[in-house]
């Protein structure tokens, strides 16, 4: 850059006064203290323009211009170390911290430089210069340079080094963070030579798992030392300064980033791409050597540099920075992240963290050995799953503490409070998401098992427990091993369906004999991981089991709050019984389940013999020998089980039945009026009352669920130009159609549909198929009459959902036939009148149903409504809608039913019983699952709201 007006005088300045002519002095103090006011006009001006300067490029020329003069002159001594010269040099470090940092931090530059280094400094003027100064002025630049960086301590971090050694180097800024991956600081010659001699030690530790069959206790050993040799070496490299730890970051980056090189092949003129696997086992090992070394310099920011902005570790800056290289794609990304993100303090320390890490390792190679035919999950999924479970365990503890404090409101507040009701939503998916094993072939080994059940033992690791079923994809079943807690391992059915048979041979409710103790390490993951659950999540499934079992804390939530009792009514009636605000079952077996934790499948880890210890007692990694049954009593438990599940599917198969029959004698009615409805609906509720008043304890879920896939395939679509059936040849059309999503959707809500429905749409499906096939419909239009019946089945289907969640939970008088719209919908979906077991009250029941799960409300427009010679009058708002199923939503529809035929005497009851609270207003939602999602909204806002509405 060529020198600047300023820069130009500068340098004639300073010239002037460096060249003058003057008699020697041996002692430069008698020097300036004879020449005290010599040339004092020139260094005043050449000052003033350091003082002035704010361009951080222009103050680099100038003090280049002034050491460059200073080695021109340095025979002529005097003047080169004239006081006045000193402080000219004092000057230009102190305006170092005043300029811009366009081209990276001036004083951090020039700051290094007069610390200096043994390498390079012979080639240091400005540190040269520096320890020419007057001891004076020496101590007052080092004061100045002490001031500067605690105030950088305010506003810098560890990150800031890098980006300021990258402005030295190459004389401005970075423009990007991402740039200073390729950066060498180049600080050790030899560090990188060291380091690979680290790397190869610990690398082929790591390579010595190839083919081993087992990871035994004395490899674990030997990994943990390896690991920590290489933290020992890396914090021996962090006493050469943090500049050393970063190119130690470099050259480990560079041994597992995802690299691409091009080599053209001599002899021919292709060329071959090499790229790096981030999912290799190279790249597993070298990630965790970074993150070490990560947390090295991580204990530097905190307590060696003492940044105020790493005062609780890595920025977030930082955090993005160091991850980066770490592909987000990798399957155990979330377990480094976590480390990265952690912050230093007396409980998390640096030793804690490389723990943390020899764990990892080791359970890498674990599963790469002993347990190759399962995935251990990662820290993301496993605290997904805790955090569902967790929720559930808060919520169950402090209905717990709030019955038995006789606390009603508080119990009502929690189960109708949004965090309750998530809650409740996840221990209903929890225990609904089930699989049947073993569906055919031996009886012994066919059962139903879901979150919590046991499903054998392994002879190395104890009991296996499932913990988690992934709802949308029953092949993702999260497990626990008893000795591996709280690590979870993912696997497929076909996993579940080989332990659970042998298991069910011997009932084996603990065995531990012959257990392969691998480490202590390996039991002690809490310690290294205080984010997971202490006892593990079987423990944690066991307590809520309890207490959810305990048939004395429902009496007590029904006697202390009907309202919280119907509320955990509505989402467990497949799970547990409510005495006092259900009809009593009579004739079916007593279940087990029912009054406490299942004892023949929860968990072999939660169910111990009398004379075990039990979880909370047991010692890690001790070797337990437990009283097992005999193989005649283990026969007999499970056949008593067997009989007990089967008397369970009768009852299922009863309630559909009691379904279906509903359905079909309100669709063969002719028409559903206000002569003939009552009939038929008091009829339908009788059906139900009698034939399925309660749906049975049963982990397979919800009783609405019936069929498979199987059962739907062979019903079929009634199409007569299927490829099946001696039908004609499928056409084009009619192939597209089917293989659309929402074709495929259609046909698994068939099995959920009562018979008659289920018929009207094969008829319907028939029709389509057959004017595809006489081209007297297009397959646009094919879609669309498909999209619709879809809509239609999701809409029968909540409405079954709906009729099951009413009938299952209060005692139904009459279900109210609503008026309906000239599009034959009806104004409100589900009206019932109920009385109150507890009080004997008359309520109404109004419920707007959803067929998706996931189907928001939705919203109409805002009207106000007058009154005119019992006439509605409705003046549309502008601003402002009405959600769904809300109080002003309501009162639209009851005016609306008062306007229609016959309508006004319904109306008038509705807006009583509103007024004076007797409704429960609820949104049922269901899916092809037919799991019930549900809101309960605040009867007091429904009361206030329409206090002062009323009709003609």
């Known amino acids: 850059m060529a020198e600047n007006s300023s820069v130009a005088s500068f340098r004639q300045l300073i010239e002037k006064v460096f060249s003058q002519k003057t008699e020697r002095i041996a002692d430069q103090t008698d020097f300036n203290d004879k020449y005290q006011h010599l040339f004092t006009r020139e260094y005043e001006a050449a000052v003033k323009i350091v003082v002035s300067t704010k361009d951080a490029q222009v103050l680099v020329q100038l003090m280049n211009a002034y050491l460059e003069l200073y080695g021109r002159y340095s025979y002529n001594t005097n003047c080169i170390h004239y006081y006045r010269s000193d402080t000219t040099f004092q000057w230009l470090i102190f305006q170092s911290a005043k300029v811009d940092r366009n081209h990276g931090d001036l004083f951090e530059i020039w700051d290094k430089l007069l610390t200096g280094d043994p390498v390079s400094d012979s080639y240091n003027s400005y540190k040269k210069r520096f320890l020419d100064l007057n001891p004076n002025t020496r101590s007052a630049i080092n004061a100045f340079r002490e001031e500067q960086r605690k105030k950088r301590m305010q506003s810098k971090s560890i990150l800031d080094i890098l980006r300021d050694e990258y402005a030295r180097q190459y004389g401005y800024t970075v423009k990007s963070d991402s740039d200073l991956y390729d950066f060498d600081p180049k600080t050790s010659v030899t560090v990188k030579s060291r380091l690979e001699e680290q790397t190869k030690k610990i690398n082929a530790i790591w390579n010595s798992a190839k083919g081993k069959r087992e990871w035994k206790e004395a490899d674990v050993k030997v990994m943990e030392k390896a690991l920590d040799d290489f933290s020992g070496y890396v914090k021996t490299e962090a006493g050469g300064g943090v500049l050393i730890i970063f190119q130690m970051i470099k050259y480990l980056r560079d041994e597992f980033v995802t690299v691409k090189t091009t080599e053209k092949d001599p002899k021919a003129r292709w060329s071959i791409t090499y790229v790096t696997d981030p999912e290799s086992e190279k790249a597993a090992l070298y990630y965790v050597l970074y993150v070490t070394v990560c947390i090295r310099l991580m204990a530097m920011g905190q307590s060696v540099q003492l940044y105020t902005a790493n005062r609780y570790g890595f920025t977030p800056a930082e955090v993005t ?27 998390v320390t640096v030793q804690v963290l490389v723990d943390e890490l020899k764990l990892f390792l080791n359970m890498r190679q674990l599963n790469k050995c002993q347990l190759s035919n399962v995935e251990w999950v990662n820290l993301k999924e496993t605290l997904q799953i805790q955090g569902i479970w967790t929720a559930v365990s808060n919520l169950t503890n402090a209905v717990e503490t709030a019955t038995k404090k006789g606390n009603a409101n508080q119990l009502e507040a929690l189960l109708m409070g949004t965090t309750g009701q998530a809650a409740l939503t996840l221990l209903h998916m929890l225990v609904t998401t089930t699989i049947a094993v073993n569906t055919t072939g031996a009886e012994l080994a066919k059962g139903v098992v879901s979150a919590g059940s046991n499903v054998g033992s392994s002879g190395a690791y104890g009991g296996i427990t499932i913990v988690y079923i992934d709802p949308k994809n029953h092949n993702n079943i999260y497990i626990e091993f008893e000795t591996l807690k709280p690590n979870l391992f993912k696997v497929q059915e076909i996993f579940i369906a080989e332990h659970f048979y042998g298991a069910m041979i011997m009932q084996i409710y603990k065995s531990t004999q012959g257990m392969v103790i691998v480490t202590q390490l390996l039991f002690m993951a809490l310690g290294f991981l205080p984010v997971l659950v202490e006892s593990g999540f079987a423990a944690m499934i066991y307590e809520i089991a309890l207490f959810y079992g305990s048939s004395k804390i429902e009496e007590q939530i029904a006697r202390l709050s009907p309202t919280a009792a119907k509320i955990f009514g509505l989402v467990f009636m497949a799970v547990a019984p409510r005495k006092d605000f259900r009809p009593e079952v009579r004739g079916v077996p007593e279940n087990p389940r029912m009054t406490g934790p299942d004892n023949t499948g929860l968990s072999d880890v939660l169910n111990v013999s009398s004379k075990g210890n039990t979880m909370a007692e047991d010692t890690l990694g001790t070797v337990t020998t437990l009283e097992q049954p005999t193989e005649a009593e283990a026969m007999k438990a499970l056949e008593q089980q067997r009989q007990v599940d089967i008397a369970n599917r009768e ?18 009615a002719p028409a559903l009026n206000a002569e003939n409805v009552q009939a038929v609906k008091a009829k339908a509720g009788e059906l139900l009352t009698v034939e399925a008043p309660l749906q049975p304890a049963m982990a397979e879920g919800p009783m609405m669920r019936t069929g498979g896939k199987s059962g739907m395939n062979s019903r079929g679509t009634g199409s007569t130009s299927g490829s099946g059936g001696g039908g004609k040849m499928m056409s084009r059309a009619e192939a597209s159609i089917r293989k659309s999503d929402n074709f495929k ?38 879609e669309t009459e498909i999209r619709n019946l879809l809509n239609q089945a999701r809409e029968a289907s909540g409405e079954i959902v709906a009729d099951g969640l009413i009938y299952s939970n209060y005692k139904i008088l009459a279900e109210i036939f609503v008026p309906a719209r000239s599009s034959r919908v009806p104004i409100l979906d589900k009206v019932y009148k109920i009385q109150d077991w507890q009080t004997g009250e008359i309520k109404f029941v109004l419920s707007e149903v959803k067929g998706g799960e996931r189907t928001a409300l939705g919203y109409v427009n805002r009207y106000r409504i007058t009154f005119k010679n019992g006439e509605s009058s409705w003046t549309e708002i502008s601003k402002g809608t009405v959600e769904q199923a809300s109080p002003e939503w309501y009162w639209q529809r009851v005016v609306e039913i008062y306007d229609s035929p016959g309508g006004k005497k319904l109306a008038y009851e509705l807006l009583d019983a509103i007024r004076q ?5 609820l949104v049922v939602k269901s899916g092809k699952a037919m799991t019930p999602r549900f809101k309960i909204y605040d009867v007091s806002e429904f009361k206030s709201y329409f206090r002062n509405k009323e009709l003609p």
Not at 652 to 663: I, M, P
Not at 755 to 778: D, R, V
Request: proline fraction near 2%; hydrophobic fraction near 40%; charge should be positive.
């Open 651 to 668: 009852l299922r198969g009863t309630w559909r039945r009691a379904v279906d029959k509903v359905r079909d004698m309100a669709g063969r």
């Open 917 to 921: 609270g007797r409704i429960e207003p």
């Open 745 to 782: 959707t259609l046909m698994e809500y068939q099995d959920k549909l009562s018979g008659y429905m289920a018929a009207l749409q094969k008829k319907e499906m028939a029709k389509i198929f057959e004017k595809l096939a006489n081209k007297t419909m297009g397959v646009t239009a094919a």
């Open 321 to 347: 920075w160091f991850l980066q290289p770490i592909k987000e794609s990798y399957t155990y990304y979330s377990n480094m992240e976590h480390i990265i993100k952690s912050s230093l303090d007396s409980k």
